[in-house]
Every structure is written in C-alpha cells, then in structure tokens.
C-alpha cells in the first residue's frame, strides 16, 4: 500500500499569512507544507502537497490521488462551496478524504455554510486555524492504517 498522503489547497490560500490574520492567522502556507511533512514522517507516512487556484487542477490532483495516495486531505477554500465537479472527483477516491477548514466556517456567513464536499468527505476538520493540518495528518495516518 501506497504511504503517501495527498493534502490539496484550493484557490487563494496561497496568500495565507500575508492577509486576514484575524480569521486565517498568520502561518503561511509553506509553513504548514513543512509541518505536515514533518507530522507526517514522524508517522511513517509521505506527504505531497499542493495548492492550485484553478479547480481543473484541483480535480486531476485528485484523480493522481486515485492511483498515489492512501488518502486526501483537502481545503477546496471557495469550491468546497461551489464545484461539483470536484464533489465528482472524490466520489471515485475510495480511501480516506478530510476536508479541512482553518477558519470555523459556521460562525460566519451564511454563504460559508453549505458545503458541497462533506458529503463525500470521510471526516471533517474545522476551526482549529493552521494546527488543523498537523491534526489531520495524525487522523490520516490513523485511519490509513487501519484500511
Ligand atoms: O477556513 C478555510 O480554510 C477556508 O477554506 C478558506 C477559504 C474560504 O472560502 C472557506 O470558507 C474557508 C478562503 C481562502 C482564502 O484564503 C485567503 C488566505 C489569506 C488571506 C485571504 C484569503
């Protein structure tokens, strides 16, 4: 089995750290990538790590999933609300999927609340601000090893 987990960031996130600390706090996203590695390898697993602002983009790093990851972490950032065609993609991804949010997208507006990937998604990390990567990683780990 595969030990490589996939965690993919949608649109703007890019930018974290450089804009709204309040709601996105202040780690950039390389922080995190190094983070997650680390987290990762400690667990025995391998982590790739990707962020696109193009949906298509995001929709092939899940079909790569398909055939080089033991699981997928995802922030789809804006199409977590919006993109069917990346819901499409995770239904043919049969192992582990997290969705992740920094932000606890819940107590903010009402455009924020309905996401379309949960329903797919096989757990759901919210709130927790950048540590929600490490946290996911561990979960990840957990749940690939036991599938
Ligand atoms: O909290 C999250 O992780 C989100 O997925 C972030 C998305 C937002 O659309 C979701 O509702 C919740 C937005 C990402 C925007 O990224 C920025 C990063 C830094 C500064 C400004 C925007």
Do not use: W
């Amino acid at each position: 089995m595969t030990k490589t987990i996939f965690v993919l960031n949608g649109p703007n996130l890019n930018l974290l750290g450089q804009r709204e600390p309040t709601i996105y706090g202040t780690t950039t996203l390389a922080d995190i990538k190094e983070r997650c590695i680390v987290r990762a390898r400690g667990l025995g697993f391998m982590v790739d790590f990707r962020q696109t602002n193009f949906e298509g983009e995001l929709v092939e790093s899940v079909h790569q999933a398909r055939n080089e990851a033991c699981g997928i972490i995802i922030n789809p950032a804006a199409y977590t609300f919006t993109s069917i065609a990346l819901l499409d993609a995770l239904k043919t991804f049969d192992a582990p999927k997290i969705e992740l949010h920094i932000s606890n997208v819940h107590a903010r507006e009402s455009i924020y609340h309905n996401s379309l990937i949960s329903r797919v998604a096989t757990a759901i990390m919210i709130g927790f601000g950048a540590r929600g990567y490490e946290l996911a990683i561990e979960a990840m780990a957990e749940m690939a090893g036991r599938s």
